[in-house]
């Protein structure tokens, strides 16, 4: 009983913290890509929460968007280029016409800055998630036994 007790706590908490991890990284990436903008657009306090805001809900779609469209990258693609969209006309409105204009000439960088930074936790995660599997090394290197393949075998004829 403690045992089943143990297991059930411990799915429990790592249920826990996948969610915790999915939930992350969408932070992540909106803190990642805002300090990045913030930096090179030279943006003031009010315009850098704006871009917070804004860069958090696009990275929650984003993110959305790839769990959804995960096997079919061609509508992912127009998934996320319309998200970007979407962040260029509301950064019109927020950015300077100077400011705006560095962004707008430099805004395939940032798009590739992010998707680069989202593929650095996605390896991230899934490195925690095999950690969490795999207790230890022993635990690790465990195989099952192949099965051995049916061999059919002619029968011999009777007389």
């Keep these: 009983m403690k045992r089943f007790v143990y297991t059930l706590a411990l799915v429990l908490s ?4 996948s969610f ?27 315009q850098s929460r704006k871009l917070r805001e804004l860069n958090l809900a696009n990275a929650q779609k984003m993110i959305a968007f790839e769990t959804k469209y995960a096997n ?3 509508e992912l693609e127009r998934c996320i280029n319309g998200v970007c969209k979407e962040r260029d006309a509301a950064l019109e409105k ?5 400011q705006y204009s560095r962004y707008y000439g430099a805004r395939k960088s940032f798009n590739s800055y992010d998707r680069a ?7 991230e995660n899934g490195k925690a998630a095999k950690t969490l599997v795999a207790q230890d090394k022993a635990d690790a290197k465990r195989t099952f036994a192949q099965p051995e393949p049916a061999v059919i075998r002619e029968a011999s004829p009777r007389n």
Excluded: H, W
Aim: hydrophobic share 40%; aromatic share 6%.
């Design 72 to 74: 079919n990258p061609a």
């Design 14 to 17: 790592v249920s826990f913290a």
């Design 117 to 123: 930074y989202a593929l650095q936790l996605q390896k």
């Design 94 to 98: 927020v950015l300077s016409t100077a």
């Design 20 to 46: 915790a991890q999915n939930g992350g990284t969408a932070e992540q990436r909106a803190q990642n890509l805002s300090d990045k903008m913030i930096r090179e657009l030279q943006l003031n306090n009010f």
